[in-house]
């Protein structure tokens, strides 16, 4: 049920991308994100159903459960992101808006590689640290890419076009919020690894 639910993730994330090419449909890519976020809630049900109704699970059912709501968030805040840009109608993406679409594209990828190595926490504890910390650095990156994009709308619309550069602000906020649920993944990995490894 993880490994279908990473599958989402990378689906979304394409859609997503494709988004970001200028003149895309954005009502396309956004249909197209909300099918799989919900796939995505159909398989966070049956994960829910499945712990409560198993006497003895892989993992602690704590782990389980945040470790499958951590993926869960990073799917609906590529859905909020996704219904932003829908929103505000953009039809060309800021140059920082496609690097951390990019950015997200590679954490999804990231995810769905680790989550298979669950089935054995033993022998893959390292390449999952080693994938865990690859989705931290991504973060880190998106943050620095968000501060980035932010300063240069501030210097080139702020002061000419406020509506555009809250535009950007916001569309900015919510594609980074999407790589901090990452980062909430990798951590919740790290935690099943310390306790299982």
């Not at 993730?9 to 009502?27: M, R």
């Not at 989550?115 to 926490?121: H, S």
């Amino acid at each position: 049920m993880f490994e279908a639910h990473a599958a989402m993730l990378v689906a979304a994330a394409e859609a997503l991308q494709e988004l970001g090419d200028d003149h895309a449909s954005t009502e396309k890519c956004l249909r197209t994100i909300q099918d799989r976020e919900h796939v995505a809630d159909d398989v966070i049900r049956d994960v829910l159903t499945s712990v409560r109704k198993t006497f003895l699970t892989p993992f602690d059912r704590g782990a389980i459960t945040s470790l499958i709501g951590a993926m869960d968030d990073s799917i609906d805040e590529m859905l909020a992101a996704a219904r932003a840009i829908d929103l505000y109608e953009l039809k060309q993406l800021r140059p920082e808006m496609k690097d951390i679409i990019g950015i997200i594209g590679e954490a999804a990828r990231v995810t769905n590689e680790a989550i298979p190595l669950l089935r054995n926490v033993n022998k893959n504890g390292h390449r999952l640290h080693q994938l865990t910390e690859r989705l931290v650095r991504l973060e880190g990156k998106a943050d620095d890419v968000h501060a980035a994009g932010l300063k240069r709308a501030f210097r080139e619309v702020a002061r000419t076009n406020s509506l555009e550069f809250a535009v950007t602000r916001e569309i900015l906020r919510h594609l980074e919020r999407v790589t901090d649920a990452f980062e909430d993944v990798a951590n919740q990995i790290d935690g099943i690894v310390i306790d299982y490894a």
